[in-house]
């Protein structure tokens, strides 16, 4: 740990100093890095395919569908768009300001910490590295140990396509995270659980250090039958991809559970069955179609919240395991009971809840009831409905009619709120996520006042200043006012 920790104290130390230079200000050396990004993931996309594969069992296809793809979407807009983003905004300052004028600009924040996750831990280690180095930072990126062969191709290429003085990957578990806390950063961004954001945010307390927290939570999917019946066939695929198709449902923006009115939930089960063994085949276990757990910790995990003899009366289709294998079945869940731990902490897993309720306008309280989700999904054509939906419930985001292709859309922003997360990132957001905006007002010496009498200072030399603005622009407004009259 000692050696641990003088490589920190090292690499600290020559990323500040890098920082200081002024090197990554400069937009053509942002602009060289981001491409740099983009040509390390087109040049090692077997590779990165192949270690996805190895951690988490992950298809090639949805190995490029959720990361690598996702990661030169990214590079792609933020390099074709930081000239825009980086320009100066002026502001338009009220006239008791004249002459003065205003504008904002976007500055680094310095150096820092960037904490990824294991699930998708390419797309969640360089998405948030392309936002700290567009806004002109030095980074040092800690990979997740649970993903070891990600983690370790992230250590061993990135120094060869990028600037190793200002941008650095460290290795590690617990342990090293700890050392690395310990220190003094200007911004740390972490994904993963609530629980270690909670440990993140009060380090960081201990230095006043910003912090951008994508979490999680237990996102809802409202199915409003009687609206889309014409069209849920696409319905149940798209909950049945949301659930099971982006590595087994350890994903953040994942189908959590679904709520349905009571008379329509044995259609919805009878129609996701042959739906799950279209997408994943007769045996998803061998099929190679299906992400497997990332852990034998996370397999007795979820085996634990299936053991529950309530939850376990409740499955109507899967609840076989594996643990040696990392195997847990797509598992449907019916009503099991809203008071357990299944329905009380996020699942992050191949298991789905589905709640029923007498009226679909019910679905609401449930929400309500827990914590803010990091998204909230509603099948339905009601526009009633829908302004429910908007008006009393809070969360990161809300889409209807799809699932997590919010995810995927650089125009607008993603996070949480609440117990889901704090700050948000993606596109333009990535960049604002990682620079401070800085006030900048400059003045005019063309108009003042003398001081008749000593005694008055300054301060109040510049309150008579704004008092005859004041009256100069209320005269403006009269003689406006009455030249309307006219």
Known sequence: ????????????????????????????????????????????????????????????TEAFRDELGHVLRSATVAINCLDKWAVPKQSNLPLLFFPAKGKVISEPYGTVLV????????????????????????????????????????????????????IKVIEGGPDVATILLQHQWDKIFFTGSPKIGRIIMAAAAQHLTPVTLELGGKCPTIVDYPTISKNIKSVVKRITGGKWGSCSGQACISVDYV?????????????????????????????????????????QRLSRLLNDPRVRA?????????????????????????????MNEEIFGPILPIITVRDIQDSIGIIKSKAKPLAIYAFTNDENLKTRILS??????????????????????????????????????????????????????????EARYPPWNSFKLSFIRLAFSEAYFKLLLLMLGLKRSK
């Not at 104290?9 to 890095?33: I, P, Y």
Request: negative net charge.
């Open 1 to 60: 740990m000692e050696a641990m920790k003088e490589t920190v104290e090292e690499s600290l130390r020559e990323m500040r100093d890098t920082f200081a230079s002024g090197r990554t200000r400069s937009l053509k050396w942002r602009k060289r890095q981001i491409t740099a990004i983009y040509e390390m993931v087109k040049d090692n996309e077997d590779k990165l395919c192949s270690v996805l594969f190895q951690d988490l069992g992950k298809h090639s």
């Open 115 to 166: 904490l990824s996750s294991w699930n998708f831990p390419i797309s969640l280690s360089l998405d948030p590295l392309i936002g700290a180095i567009a806004a002109g930072n030095t980074v040092l990126l800690k990979s997740s140990e649970l993903s070891p062969n990600a983690s370790a191709f992230l250590a061993k290429t990135i120094p060869a396509y990028l600037d190793n003085k200002a």
């Open 259 to 299: 709520l349905i009115e009571k008379s329509f939930a044995s259609s919805l089960i009878d129609m996701l069955k042959p739906t799950i063994r279209s997408f994943f085949g007769e045996n998803p276990k061998e099929s190679g179609c299906l992400s497997r757990i990332v852990s034998k910790q996370h397999v």
């Open 314 to 342: 409740s499955i109507v289709y899967g609840g076989s395991i594996d643990e040696e294998n990392l195997y847990v079945e797509p598992t449907i869940l019916l009503d099991p009971p809203l008071d357990s731990e299944i």
């Open 392 to 449: 009393e419930t809070s969360s990161g985001s809300v889409t209807f009619n799809d699932v997590m292709i919010q995810y995927m859309c650089d125009a607008l922003p993603f996070g949480g709120v609440g117990e889901s997360g704090i700050g948000r990132y993606h596109g333009k957001y990535s960049f604002d996520c990682f620079s401070h905006e800085k006030a900048i007002m400059e003045g005019s010496l063309a108009m003042d006042l």
